[in-house]
């Protein structure tokens, strides 16, 4: 779930992508000395400094290898890459997200590792989750996981401490279709106006709200919902794609989305949650200043809510379904290999140590910047980061528990974003109602048999 940022920049590669295929030429990156460099690209700052920590024994152990971590701002990552792939001075290796998964490998940009992997032997079942999202229609792997991502809520102690609820009332909150149930009733309990009236009192004004019991949901930048408001359908047995792997179709006309999108939007125009793009500060400073009583956020915020100064930041699940059971869209991003370098063992050799048990702990414990695929590394953060105060437990549950469920892999990712983000944003600030989900549906349809 960590792409809100990410997200808005696939429509600046979409075009480009088109004009890929076949202009590879493979750049040079060995030296005088006779040793190879291979370069590494993420636009993760906080992963770049992470990783950087594996260089010294990784260089160590192969010294003919000299490795170099580039960090480009999301903004300008897959313009340069894809550019990258045009000229033919892309990096040898790279930090992906699925929603490219398609475009370069159809494209012939990505190696295919399934002989390394046999070759050294091994073991996808050492990442928790994430390898098979990583599978193309070919059958072929062409990356391994590198991290994990979903969401939680984050609560001001404090605040849910004065509306009378207890650190088990949150974890307890269930979410359906018909009502928005246990989950709305305490939103809508959370917030106060000026005058201290709370959202389910009379009298309440929502045009003087001091306090939202919930900060925004309303997500424009992805085709469902995934940065906010997606994860909510599943727990009720909805998908929007029609299948996992491939989908075929979005199905947005489905009554149960359409009403789970109207929800979420009444909940907003009622004044229990801020308005879409009200709020330009972070959802940790607005759970810190008081003006939001609870946050849906991302795994990787974890750290940060638990050193948030003057505020008590508790750690709940995502609300479950009616019947108690969650499904929990993840997000694995992927280390590829790019099929233009001219050092493609060596490159192996670095990704491979990447993904290993070893440099995976040193990397995520060194900022606690992202949660890593290998269970045993996952542990290894949890228990330094206990020591520390943060509690990972509702994480940990989720894995032990079976509850997360990979993102869905499609065709056309960046075009289908780039066409469902300002229906969203006209139906959210509400300027479009739900009769524009049947003309989505079929946009989808049309668009997914188009990428294939």
């Known amino acids: 779930m960590k792409t809100s940022r990410l997200t808005k920049v696939i429509t600046l590669t979409a075009a480009v992508l088109t004009a890929v295929a076949g202009c590879s030429n493979g750049g040079d990156s060995g030296d005088a000395s006779g040793s190879t460099t291979v370069n590494w690209w993420t636009w993760s700052p906080d992963q770049a400094i992470a990783y950087q920590q594996c260089v010294p024994a990784f260089e160590k152990a192969n010294p003919d290898i000299k490795v170099k971590i580039t960090n480009y701002n999301v903004s300008d990552y897959f313009t340069k890459l894809t550019s990258g792939f045009v000229s033919g001075d892309a990096p040898d290796a790279f930090m992906n997200s699925v929603t490219f998964l398609q475009s370069y490998a159809g494209q012939g940009q990505l190696l295919a590792l399934d002989d390394y992997l046999k070759k050294d032997n091994v073991d996808l079942g050492k990442y928790a989750i994430g390898t098979e999202g990583w599978k193309y229609k070919d059958g072929k792997q062409y990356a391994l996981p590198m991290d994990w991502a979903t969401g939680a809520l984050y609560y001001n102690k404090d605040l849910l401490a004065k509306a009378g609820y207890t650190d088990k009332d949150v974890a307890a909150l269930n979410w359906t279709s018909g009502d928005g149930g246990t989950f709305w009733k305490m939103i809508k309990h959370l917030t106060v106006d000026a005058a201290g009236k709370r959202g389910d009192q009379p009298g309440f004004n929502p045009a003087t709200v001091k306090t939202y019991g919930l900060g925004n949901l309303e997500s424009t930048g992805d085709p469902f919902g995934q940065n906010a408001w997606g994860w909510l359908l599943p727990n009720d047995g909805i998908n929007i794609p029609d299948k996992s792997q491939w989908a075929t179709v979005f199905n947005y006309n489905d009554p149960k989305v359409v009403q789970s999108v109207k929800l979420v939007r009444t909940l907003a125009n009622d004044g229990f949650t801020p308005k879409l793009n009200q709020f330009t500060t972070a959802n940790s400073q607005q759970v810190g200043s008081g003006k939001v009583a609870m946050v849906v956020g991302g795994t990787w915020e974890a750290a940060t809510y638990a050193g948030l100064k003057g505020t008590k930041v508790g750690t709940a699940p995502l609300p479950a379904g009616a019947d108690g059971k969650r499904a929990l869209m993840t997000n694995a991003n992927g280390n590829n290999l790019w099929a233009g370098s001219k050092h493609p063992d060596q490159t192996w050799k670095w990704v491979s140590y990447q993904e290993s048990e070893e440099c995976q702990t040193t990397a995520s414990k060194y900022n606690a910047s992202f949660f890593p695929s290998i269970a045993a590394s996952m542990k290894a953060l949890t228990d330094q980061q206990t020591a520390k105060g ?47 989900f049947p003309k989505m549906q079929d946009q989808s349809r049309t668009m997914l048999a188009e990428g294939k």
């Open 390 to 436: 943060t509690d990972f437990s509702v994480f940990n549950n989720y894995l032990a528990s079976g509850e997360l469920v990979p993102c869905p892999v499609y065709n056309n990712g960046a075009a289908l974003t780039n066409a469902m983000t300002p229906q969203f944003e006209a139906y959210f600030t509400n300027k479009a109602d739900e009769s524009i």
